[in-house]
């Protein structure tokens, strides 16, 4: 299980004061340092939290890897392929929303055709490409067919039930998981995930790679970075035995 930390609101705070701190350049560092096995950030469109310059120093300091969300638009693909990080995760992107509300459409041949061309172009600069998926049977078959390396299930409708709805989501994205590894995929999730309901899903087998980031930048807050990364470090280790 690899735990790729997502460093984006921490370019939140800086932006919302315009400055140069707190550096999210930095703060991936620290969270190498707490046991994280690579750093996710997400270029969006709009600029609104990491800009360019974040990802070029990142790319050159990180001692891990790189994973780079980013939008099947042409200006940020040319940056990836420029770039070259380890991975690449296409998501949806509207500028309306807070943060990352879903999985990708992927019906309709118009939309399968600039996916297949985006996952294409990305593989071509030598880069693993994935693709955020909500955990539905279509979904999964649709990103093998459309070339990808990877999938990263949303885990937003587990991270919002309880209960017995909770049950039911995790064993959804279970079943994805596993469909996912059957086809050949590398299988990944994210979003929502906290401290206190990570470890359910870290121990499903067929999950190779969590991305977690709002949860352990807000504990952050209280006990610093590197040793917020290393405490959700250990849940995920402890999950698996």
Do not use: C
């Not at 807070?98 to 459409?105: C, D, N, Y």
């Amino acid at each position: 299980m690899r735990l790729y930390v997502n460093i984006d609101h921490v370019a939140t705070v800086r932006q919302a004061r315009g400055t140069d701190e707190p550096d999210p350049v930095r703060a991936a560092v620290l969270a190498e340092l707490g046991g994280a096995d690579g750093i996710t950030v997400h270029l969006r469109e709009d600029r609104r939290h990491i800009q360019d310059r974040d990802v070029h120093l990142l790319m050159q300091t990180a001692r891990t890897v790189v994973n780079l969300e980013l939008a099947a638009a042409s200006d940020v693909l040319a940056l990836a392929e420029k770039w070259r990080p380890h991975q690449a995760t296409l998501v949806p992107e509207r500028r309306e929303e807070v943060t990352t509300e879903g999985g990708l459409t992927l019906k309709g041949d118009d939309t399968r055709t600039w996916l297949s061309a985006a996952v294409r172009r990305l593989r071509d600069a030598g880069i693993r490409t994935s693709l955020f998926i909500d955990p539905d049977p279509e979904a999964v078959r649709a990103s093998r067919d459309l070339g990808a390396d990877a999938i990263e299930l949303h885990t937003g409708e587990y991270a919002n039930t309880r209960g017995e709805e909770r049950r039911e989501q995790l064993a959804r994205l279970a079943r994805a998981a596993a469909l996912g590894r059957a086809l050949g995929l590398g299988v990944h999730a994210g979003h929502g995930l906290t401290y206190e309901n990570v470890a359910p899903l870290a121990a499903v087998p067929e999950i190779e790679e969590l991305n977690i980031g709002h949860s352990i930048v807000s504990r952050a807050v209280f006990t610093g970075l590197e040793r917020a990364v290393a405490d959700m470090a250990r849940i995920l280790r402890h999950a698996r035995r």
